[in-house]
């Protein structure tokens, strides 16, 4: 992952950097380690899901995948909230390209992340995977 314009001593950007990179690599411990007990995900055009199922579904596709780089754009940091902005880069294992672009808000609690907002295309989501997502 390459991190630019992170902000300088915030370790909630940090942990939130660092949850992205867990997500890019299917690093389930990671994962769990970074999210509150009872955290929950936010999709743009699908609502609410568990994080279980957010993890599962970032493992599936780390396996599924040939390279999942993404690139840090910005990253802002006020009080318990985070916002990254950023570019993905993923090769399939059949080789098809995925390269969506990213806006998250990280809600943190007790220096854990309580809640994560993804706001992506999701028509390109819908064209890359046929629904499998």
């Known amino acids: 992952?390459?991190?630019?314009?992170?902000?300088?001593?915030?370790?909630?950007?940090?942990?939130?950097i660092a949850l992205l990179d867990a997500l890019r690599t299917g690093d389930r411990q990671a994962m769990v380690s970074l999210f509150h007990q009872d955290a929950r995900w936010w999709v743009l055009g699908r609502g609410y899901k568990p994080v279980h199922?957010?993890?599962?579904?970032?493992?599936?596709?780390?396996?599924?995948?040939?390279?999942?780089?993404?690139?840090?754009?910005?990253t802002t940091s006020e009080g318990s909230r985070v916002a990254i902005e950023a570019q993905g880069h993923v090769v399939l294992a059949?080789?098809?390209?995925?390269?969506?672009?990213?806006?998250?808000?990280?809600?943190?609690?007790?220096?854990?992340?309580?809640?994560?907002?993804?706001y992506l295309d999701t028509e390109l989501v819908s064209k890359t995977f046929e629904g499998r997502f």
Not at 1 to 16: E, N, V
Not at 59 to 71: G, V
């Open 1 to 16: 992952m390459t991190p630019q314009g992170a902000c300088a001593d915030s370790p909630l950007a940090d942990k939130a």
């Open 53 to 74: 199922e957010l993890i599962d579904i970032t493992c599936e596709m780390a396996k599924s995948s040939q390279s999942r780089p993404m690139t840090i754009l910005g």
């Open 94 to 118: 059949d080789g098809k390209h995925y390269d969506n672009t990213y806006h998250f808000l990280f809600l943190f609690a007790d220096d854990r992340i309580i809640e994560g907002r993804e």
